[in-house]
């Protein structure tokens, strides 16, 4: 039973993935502190604030409203983990769990918006 936003099974992984994505951008070069890490983490901590900013409006409307939100800061994440992979940040092996987590939420995501809204 839901009872609350930390009940839902999508806001628990995009909160693994704000995990995840912390720990990676540690390995980034100390002159991307205000470039890269500090894009990739405000994308991350986007998706679950805004998952449960969503959640607690109580209308239908406003939760798919902050639902795409969501998805659109997973879709800013994954261009910045593919950016950092195309300058030799990462390897992919490094970013594999984070992408699957990611890949994982946005599903989540859409499927809970096709709900919300049909």
Known sequence: MINDYKDLVVWQKAMRLVEEIYRLVSFLPKEEM???????????????????????????????????????????LETQILICINLGYFQEKQIETAFNLLIEVRKMLNAFIKKTTE
């Open 34 to 76: 205000y470039g890269l890490s500090d894009q990739m983490r405000r994308a991350v901590v986007s998706i679950p604030s805004n998952i449960a900013e969503g959640y607690d409006r109580n209308s239908d409307k406003e939760l798919a409203n902050f639902l795409h939100i969501a998805r659109g800061s997973c879709a800013e």
